[in-house]
């Protein structure tokens, strides 16, 4: 059976948490939430601080009990079992390396715990530095490294246990951003390479969309969508997921025997019940002066301003409801840029906009 997009919920799949909840004292970090992770998938952990996303890790990695629910790895109920008998691997923020070693005997310190031979070890420790590229950094002790070394190290010592799942808690935020570029290039060969599960938690959209092959969104200790990166992007299914992930334009709309009238003006058909409702439209999508016949859906906005950003340019409309309107155009279909003070008709087609439930 197929994961559904619509509820990350399979009969199979390497990781199933069932109904799993985590409390703090009489605080609902994490509201009960099934969810199901295939093997081979990269999961993108994505929601504003505070909403769950370390809590939901530690409790997959043993690290924290859940307040109810379970969880399955393999078809084994791993919901009572510690995080060093888990089939699982943590790396935290932070790192949490230990100084006084240096690179060789960090990776392969969990290794020496487990009691593995001097040879096997050394073997081991030398393919994984390989694979996240430290290889003549093996003598190096750990405070004479850069950040983004020590954040090889800590990937290098979870990895070289071979976890059938990796748990990585903002692996990349202390980093800044071009070091953050190459890590997460560095993140996805390693992933194509080992042909491994990893859960990584992020507030970074753009980090998700770019290395998860799945996105799970939570907002307030629930998981509110999950979905591969395009279908999160193009469908959102609530306001908050349509301007968490990216821009969106969130405009205010009825439905009245079966066709809907943006506040702002504009109408289409829509079969449904009556009443109020949401639509959203990414800014890219919307076109200014759209040729006849060009656009399903169109309404007048006077250019409040216009930012030029290179690539393209943006422009901020206000609409007759009051509201904002904010396009992205290309700037190469820009030669003649229209002016702050001008009426312009802008519109979009039926599959550049979705309707919200809430
Ligand atoms: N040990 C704890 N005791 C009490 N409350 C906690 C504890 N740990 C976390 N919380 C609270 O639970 C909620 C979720 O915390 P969590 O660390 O899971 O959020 P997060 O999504 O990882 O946030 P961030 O992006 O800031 O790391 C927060 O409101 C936090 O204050
Ligand atoms: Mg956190």
Redesign the pocket.
């Known amino acids: 059976m197929h994961p559904s997009a619509a509820t990350g919920v399979s009969e199979h799949g390497l990781v199933r948490l069932d109904g799993l909840a985590?409390t703090?004292?009489a605080?609902h970090?994490?509201h009960p939430l099934d969810l199901t992770i295939e093997h081979g998938d990269f999961l993108a952990i994505l929601?504003?601080?505070?909403?769950?996303?370390?809590?939901?890790?530690?409790a997959l990695g043993g690290f924290q009990r859940p307040s109810s629910g379970r969880i399955f790895i393999d078809g084994q109920d791993l919901t009572a079992v510690g995080p060093e008998k888990r089939p699982t691997n943590t790396v935290f923020?932070g790192y949490g390396l230990f100084p006084h070693l240096n690179v060789r005997q960090n990776i392969g310190y969990g290794l020496r715990i487990a009691g593995r031979d001097r040879a096997d070890i050394a073997q081991r420790v030398e393919h994984i530095a390989g694979l996240v590229r430290m290889q003549s950094f093996l003598d190096r002790p750990i405070d004479k490294l850069s950040g983004g070394q020590r954040q090889r190290v800590a990937l290098a010592r979870a990895l070289v246990m071979r976890p059938k799942v990796l748990l990585l808690?903002?692996p990349l935020a202390a980093l800044d951003l071009k070091l953050r570029q190459t890590m997460q290039e560095e993140l996805r060969r390693i992933h194509r390479e080992i042909g491994g599960t990893f859960v990584f938690?992020t507030?970074d959209q753009a980090e998700a969309l770019s290395l998860a092959t799945r996105i799970a969104v939570?907002n307030e200790?629930h998981l509110v969508q999950i979905g591969s990166p395009e279908d999160i992007y193009q469908r959102p299914r609530s306001r908050f997921v349509a301007t968490f992930l990216g821009e969106a334009n969130v405009l205010e709309a009825a439905r009245r025997s079966n066709r809907v009238t943006l506040d702002a003006g504009g109408s289409f058909e829509s079969k449904g019940q009556d009443g109020d409702l949401s639509i959203a439209v990414r800014p890219e999508l919307i076109r200014i002066a759209p040729p006849a016949g060009t656009a399903d859906i169109t309404l007048q906005g006077r250019l409040l301003e216009r930012i030029y950003l290179g690539s393209h340019l943006r422009y901020a409309l206000a609409l007759s409801d009051g509201s904002q309107l904010v396009v992205a155009a290309d700037a190469a279909d820009q030669r003649n840029p229209h002016v702050p003070g001008q009426e312009l008709t802008v519109g979009w087609t039926h599959d550049a906009q979705v309707l919200l439930d809430s």
């Not at 929601?47 to 530690?58: A, E, H, Q």
């Open positions: 985590v703090y004292g605080f970090a994490l929601g504003p601080s505070g909403c769950g996303k370390t809590s939901l890790l530690r923020q808690d903002e938690v507030h939570m200790g």
